[in-house]
């Protein structure tokens, strides 16, 4: 079972034939992901081989996916035209829209967040700015190394890219059924609150793991929601306990302002609802390992 991604996804990679689409399309199908296009307008027609297998790059997302049956897209467009290949896969109607570009404008993320609020959601979109997401031993969408885990039991949602790579990692001998890069820009697609009610819903994951960043009210909103909703255990960690007020860190959308936001805030909110929080990656690994083991 998976979240969002399976075996059966079929994926397209909007910016293929671009140099990071090149590298992350080659990963991606040495995952076992199932990618059956690019596109790019100028390109139509062509197609490129990556170590043996042929893809075929598409004028349009309409195109791929009246050609290849495609529900999923991976957007590997730079920032300037991010927002209308974005737009573009919303017109589609794509189930799954993967927005890795960093440095999109808030302004424009909120326009097509927007966008596909007023089309009726019919596309999901993950990020921007994110690492994208993976179900272990099936499909891998994005820029997860699809090297470090192995298929298992625990959900994870996090915002931040690394400390999903360093969790997958702590965590590799027990494995993943699904792990999820929202992103940390003020505005994403979706939230931690989607991804914990996919979970929830899932009968083959077991514990989830939640990580969140100083800024925003995202945790203490998903605490909220854990409160009422989740029955699974939540295990969870907040980056940026040290950060310095005022500054940002990382991500667009971690910074502190008063106690607004703070990494305390988050965890007192986290732990109301009964969310155990470690105080570093390492001890949250261990507080799931501990949940697990009963």
Partial sequence: ?????????????????????MKHTRLMLADGTNIVGGVNPRKAGTSVDFDGASVPVFGSVAEAMEKTGADVSVVFVPPAFATAAVVEAIDAEIGLAVVITEGIAVHDSAAFWAYASSKGNKTRIIGPNCPGLIT??????????GDITKPGRIGLVSKSGTLTYQMMYELRDIGFSS?????GDPVIG????????????DPETDLIVMIGE????????????????VTKPVVGYVAGFTAPEGKTMGHAGAIVSGSSGTAAAKKEALEAAGVKVGKTPTETAELARAVLAG
């Fill in 214 to 229: 100083i800024g925003g009210d995202a945790e203490e909103r998903a605490a909220d929601f854990i409160k009422a909703n």
């Fill in 1 to 21: 079972m998976a979240i969002f991604l399976n075996k059966e996804s079929k994926v397209i990679v909007q910016g293929m034939t671009g140099s990071t689409g």
């Fill in 190 to 201: 979706t939230t931690h609150i989607d991804a914990l009610k996919a979970f929830e819903a």
């Fill in 179 to 183: 792990a999820v890069g929202i992103g």
């Fill in 136 to 145: 272990p031993g099936q499909s891998n969408a994005g820029i997860i190394p």
